[in-house]
């Protein structure tokens, strides 16, 4: 079966710092274009940054400069380090795979940034 397991959501104070871990199964991670996305209540998910198979990513004007997505691909997993966070980047952080017309997400996770 095909799983994204995340990791490393929480409560963090503004200004403080998160790593988000996803790691996939079941899936061809190599091939896969990997990606984090966040819906905060009362909004459309989003995305937030992604990285193909190449290594090209992508980020959200509002996280540019702030937040990092890495793959390791021996590891299947993908990572979002998250700094200088703020409250308005509260919300749930899903992970995404996909490939063509498949794609596949996580469970999300909660990050909540307060004071």
């Known amino acids: 079966q095909v799983q994204l397991v995340e990791s490393g959501g929480g409560l963090v104070q503004p200004g403080g710092s998160l790593r988000l871990s996803c790691a996939s199964s079941?899936?061809?991670?190599?091939?896969?274009?990997m990606g984090w996305y966040r819906q905060a209540p009362g909004k459309e998910r989003e995305s937030v940054a992604t990285?193909?198979?190449?290594?090209?990513?992508n980020y959200a004007a509002s996280v540019k400069g702030r937040f990092t997505i890495s793959r390791d691909n021996a590891k299947n997993t993908v990572y979002l380090q998250m700094n200088s966070l703020k409250p308005e980047d509260t919300a749930v952080y899903y992970c995404?795979?996909?490939?063509?017309?498949?794609?596949?997400w996580g469970q999300g996770t909660q990050v909540t940034v307060s004071s």
């Open positions: 995404n795979a996909r490939r063509a017309w498949v794609a596949y």
């Open positions: 079941g899936i061809t991670f190599s091939i896969n274009t």
């Open positions: 990285i193909s198979e190449a290594g090209t990513t």
